[in-house]
């Protein structure tokens, strides 16, 4: 199977690297690329002719190379995106690309560094489109070691609003403070602050795509920031009434 992808950054390497054991592999990326052993890189044309088109872009990119995609596709071809936001991007799939294109909704719940000693064993969801190709590509990633989670591109926001977006937002706020651990540290505050760094990694574009075009996500932000400053009024008043005599 020929697969083309467009997007040759860290994720569409990443991505490249674990297809070109069973497939022939073709990359696009603006900006000039060369590629590693056993991998092509082609004009945006020569890409969307593949049978299969993988989008590793950021979602703020979706609808700009959905309609630079759009001449190049054919009936019977099948587009499939990585965003971690599900509802947007297949909203524009559907709505821009031509009606006989499959479309198909991925989210690898992994990358580069969570991966990096492999994908096997690690998850990745997937939430219909158009057209029937699901269950074949499901099969297929079972293959490959990864669990397969089928689910709605709105159940799929909502959980992530709750783990990944959030989970984001608070490594970026602790990033601000420039925490150094010492040795002075328990075992949970030590991965916490580890898998903070690791998410540092991503670039602040997908932390900004996630937040932004999620539409569950402001709410458990906002729901955050107010429980955290109840808590630390209510530390506050303890305080206040300590010095004051009254505990």
Known sequence: MRIGIVGYGRFGRFAAENLKRDCVVVVYDREPVRPAAGIRSASLPEVAASPVVLLCVPISEIESICRQLKPSLRRGQ?????????????????????AGVEILGTHPL??????????????IVLCPGRGSRLP???KYLKTLGLEVIVTSAANHDRQMAHTQALFHFLARGVALMRIKLGAVSTPGPSRMFAEFQDVQQDSFQLFKDM?????????????????LVRIDQELS???VRKMKGEV
């Open 78 to 98: 099948l587009v499939l995106d990585t965003c971690s936001v599900k509802e947007k991007p297949l909203r524009l799939m559907r709505r821009i690309l031509p």
């Open 110 to 123: 992994f990358g580069p560094e969570s991966a990096r000693s492999g994908i096997r064993g690690h998850r």
């Open 136 to 138: 074949k590509v499901q």
């Open 211 to 227: 937040q932004r075009e999620n539409r569950f996500s402001a709410l458990l932000r906002r729901r955050l920031i107010a429980n």
């Open 237 to 239: 008043r303890d305080e």
